[in-house]
C-alpha cells in the first residue's frame, strides 16, 4: 500500500505544536499570554540555530555566511521588539490576577535566552548557581559555557589574520574589510538584543510598574540594568577611540 504524501500539518507537526498552550479556565488572558511566550521561544531557537551557524562559519573562515546568518538573527530579533506591543493588550489589572497563579516562574529562567547571551560571549560566572532549571536545560547551559562563543571565534579569526588593529579598520569610512564587516553585523545582534530588553522593560513597567518579578527579581530597575549587558563590548568601546 502506498505511503500516503505527508500533509502541510504533518510537515510541521502541528498536532504537537497546536496543542501545546495552556490555558486557565479563570483568566481569558491566560491563553495569550502562554501562547506567546511560546512563540518567543520559537524565535530563540532560531536565533540559535542561526548564531551556531554564525560560529561554525567564522571558524571556518567563511565570513560571507557569517554575515548572511547574522542578518537573519537581526531581523528574527525585529520581530521580537514589535512582538512586545502584543502583550499591552493584557491590561495590569487582569495580569495580576495571572501572576498568582505563576509562582515563581518567570522569563528570568529562561535558558534559550541564556544560550543565546552564552554563544554571543556573555558568560555570566554564577549563572548555573542562580537559574531554576531542569536537570536537561542545566545540561544544555553547561555545553553552552564550555564551547566557544561568537566573541571567541572572532578573537581566533584575528589572530589567524595577524591580529589587526581594530580603530585602525573602523577608520575606514566605508567598513570594507572582512573584519570589519563581520563586526558590524556582530554589533548588529548585540544591539538587537539590547533593543528587545528595553522594549521588554518599558512592557513591564506598563503592566506591574515597580512591583517585584515573579522571577524574585526587584523588576523594573534590574531589567534596566540588564540594558547595559552587552555582548561584545569591545566593539562599542572602540568607537571612543576612532
Ligand atoms: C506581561 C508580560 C511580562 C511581564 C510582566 C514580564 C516581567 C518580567 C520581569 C519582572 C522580569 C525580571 C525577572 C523577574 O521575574 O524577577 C522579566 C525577565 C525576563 N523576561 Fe519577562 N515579562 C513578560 C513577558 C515576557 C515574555 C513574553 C518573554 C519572552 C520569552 C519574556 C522574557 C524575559 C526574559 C528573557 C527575562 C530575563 C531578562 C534578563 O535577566 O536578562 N518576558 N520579565
Known amino acids: 500500500m502506498a505511503v500516503p504524501e505527508p500533509t502541510y500539518g504533518d510537515f510541521l ?4 505544536l497546536l496543542s501545546l498552550p495552556r490555558e486557565s479556565p479563570d483568566v481569558h ?12 521561544e520559537l524565535l530563540f531557537k532560531i536565533i540559535l540555530y542561526e548564531l551556531d551557524a554564525t560560529v561554525a562559519a567564522v571558524a ?10 547574522l542578518r537573519r538573527v537581526r531581523s528574527v530579533e525585529d520581530v521580537m521588539v514589535e512582538q512586545v506591543a ?10 495580576a490576577l495571572m501572576r498568582r497563579t505563576l509562582g ?42 564550555a564551547e566557544p562563543s561568537l566573541w571567541d571565534e572572532f578573537q581566533r579569526l584575528r589572530a589567524r589574520r595577524g591580529n589587526p588593529d581594530l580603530v585602525k579598520l ?6 570594507v574589510d572582512e573584519v570589519t564587516v563581520l ?7 548585540d544591539e538587537g538584543i539590547t533593543m528587545w530588553r528595553a522594549r521588554h522593560v518599558l512592557m513591564v513597567e506598563r503592566v506591574i510598574g ?12 534590574y531589567l534596566r540594568a540588564t540594558c547595559e549587558r552587552h555582548f561584545f563590548p569591545e566593539l562599542w568601546e572602540l568607537r571612543a577611540e576612532l
Open 183 to 189: 563586526a558590524e553585523a556582530m554589533l548588529d545582534h
Open 210 to 221: 515597580n512591583s517585584a518579578g515573579t522571577g524574585g527579581s526587584s523588576g523594573v530597575s
Open 170 to 175: 573602523y577608520r575606514s569610512k566605508v567598513p
Open 60 to 69: 571556518a573562515d567563511d565570513i560571507a555566511v557569517a554575515v548572511h546568518c
Open 29 to 40: 488572558d491566560a491563553h495569550f499570554f502562554f501562547t506567546v511566550h511560546q512563540a518567543f
Open 13 to 16: 507537526r502541528l498536532d504537537s
Open 86 to 95: 502584543t502583550l499591552e493588550t493584557i491590561s495590569p489589572g487582569s495580569y
Open 104 to 145: 515563581g516562574a518567570s522569563g528570568l529562567q529562561s535558558v534559550q535566552f541564556r544560550e543565546i547571551e552564552c554563544l554571543s560571549g556573555l558568560k555570566r560566572k554564577n549563572l548555573l548557581a542562580t537559574l531554576r532549571m531542569s536537570g536537561a536545560e542545566r545540561r544544555r547551559l553547561e555545553r553552552r559555557l
